[in-house]
């Protein structure tokens, strides 16, 4: 990989605060020189206070093609883009955003899309189900527009944020699909349970679903990717749960992703 490395190369960057745990450099530059792109994926460690100054500079640089966004600018990045999908301007949040040939900036959402796609890999029948979502961020957001649009008969949200969860539960009932409620921490009662937070990244957090509630029929989820098995997986596959990890979820977003970035 990166034999012909050279200033002809494009530039994809991933920005994010914290960076270090993110995968994605490695494995988008991976699949750019599978797809015969001669291009990379650089990441950018860029705190919110700094994130527009940063981006006013960074898109003058007329190498750098797309961006990719993760924890805690996907609400932010909104508002660099000169258009959106459909999807991402319902959610108003994006984790992808290319530059097109007019030179404008398009933006997009797939961790919800990506994160279904994982789910049902890995053995979950999303239909009439119940589901317990903690987490209404950018990542939690998008998943919980996937696992409506995926025919779930209830969605529990749960969150401190009062008018982000809100706001969130609104707009997905506003769909009239499947019935969107407030939620709690407590799976009891559902069918599939995520976490959609960062809770569960470091070895002193709290579990951010009572495991003492999970059941062997359950299918349990989590988006963080370092560690790759968080305590709540581990104990979910203890009990005999069918799972899905940050990294399933990531396989199948990056390769939305990398789809939408080549797409110019």
């Known amino acids: 990989m990166l034999e012909n490395f050279s200033g002809a190369t494009r530039v994809h960057v991933i920005v994010g605060d914290p960076i270090a745990q993110v995968k994605s450099p490695f494995g988008v530059t991976q699949a750019f020189e599978s797809h015969g792109r001669d291009a990379i994926c650089v990441p950018a460690h860029v705190a919110p206070t700094d994130l527009t100054d940063w981006w006013a500079g960074t898109k003058r640089a007329k190498n750098i093609d797309g961006l990719i966004v993760t924890v805690p ?47 049902e890999k890995n053995g979950c029948d999303l239909k009439n189900k119940r589901a317990l979502l903690v987490g209404a961020g950018g990542a939690g957001s998008a998943i919980a527009h996937g696992l409506v649009l995926a025919g779930v008969s209830e969605l529990g949200i749960h969150d401190p944020d009062e008018q982000r969860r809100q706001s969130l539960i609104g707009r997905l009932n506003s769909l009239k699909l499947g019935k969107v409620t407030q939620g ?27 495991t003492t509630q999970i059941h062997s029929d359950m299918f349990v989820g989590c988006v963080i990717t ?23 979820m990531f396989a199948q977003v990056r390769e939305l992703m990398v789809q939408f970035l080549l797409e110019v």
């Open 226 to 248: 370092a560690p790759a098995i968080t305590p709540l997986i581990a104990t979910a596959r203890a009990k005999g749960c069918k799972t899905v990890t940050g990294a399933d």
């Open 73 to 119: 600018h996907k609400f932010a990045c909104t508002e660099f883009c000169d258009t959106l999908s459909e999807r991402a301007e319902f959610l108003g949040t994006v984790n992808t955003v290319r530059r097109n040939a007019q030179g404008k900036w398009h933006g997009d959402m797939f961790d919800g899309l990506g994160y279904v796609r994982a789910m």
């Open 184 to 210: 709690s921490s407590d799976p009891t009662g559902f069918d599939v349970a995520i976490n959609a937070t960062p809770i569960g990244m470091k070895e002193t957090d709290p579990t951010p679903i009572d």
